[in-house]
């Protein structure tokens, strides 16, 4: 994805959604809200319905694999809806996810906006770096939060004391307060992300 696309979504792994949402807050990553991700994972499964797909992915973090479901009508409450044919999407194949996270049935899942295969293996290692940057750059916030008097300095991470913020955006994080190879491997994230859809290569 674009710099410019990223500044609105967040790279999670899969065990971050499992583990980390629930009923009535949704996505909360380090206190804050995450209203639209970046997922990736390993399709072991695929059931076509009419209304909806849902894919079963797995990109081997705990917790996982997790329900991921594609719409197939832009409108789901109106009799006007139109028709949006699902991605050609293969089982045992990588796909990135962009979506939210919902809970229902006592277990949270993926509603997906976009489905997309990923062709080049150097996006799966590319995404995890994503996601260790901006779990780095939330949890700078919370803490920068936690220190500026909003809850003392102490932090209860547990999910009912974890009141989240009204939203977040990643893509332009603040630098300040990270160590020097911190900055390094952020700025080099940042700019690849911005150059490429593939990211880094190891080569």
């Given at each position: ?43 072991l499964n695929i059931e076509e319905l009419v209304t909806k797909n849902i894919y079963r992915i797995d990109d081997q973090t705990r917790g996982a694999p997790i329900e991921v479901q594609y719409w197939k009508n832009d409108d789901n409450d109106s009799s006007n809806s139109r ?121």
């Open positions: 994805s674009s710099g410019g696309d990223r500044k609105n979504l967040v790279s999670v792994s899969l065990a971050q959604v499992i583990h980390l949402t629930t009923k009535d807050d949704g996505l909360v990553v380090h206190r804050q809200k995450v209203h639209s991700l970046v997922a990736i994972g390993l399709v028709y949006v044919a699902p991605p050609p999407i293969m089982e045992k194949t990588w796909v990135r996810v962009t979506g939210q996270s919902r809970y229902d049935d006592k277990k949270p899942f993926i509603v997906a906006f976009r489905v997309e295969p990923i062709l080049d293996p150097n996006e799966i290692y590319m995404h995890f770096l994503e996601v260790i940057a901006d779990s780095m750059v939330l949890q700078k916030r919370k803490i920068e939060s936690l220190s500026s008097g909003g809850a003392g300095g102490v932090m209860n991470e547990s999910r009912s004391m974890a009141a989240p913020t009204t939203g977040i955006s990643v893509g332009g994080s603040h630098m300040q307060g990270f160590s020097a190879i911190q900055k390094t491997v952020l700025n080099l994230i940042t700019k690849m992300s911005e150059q490429s859809s593939a990211g880094i290569h190891r080569s």
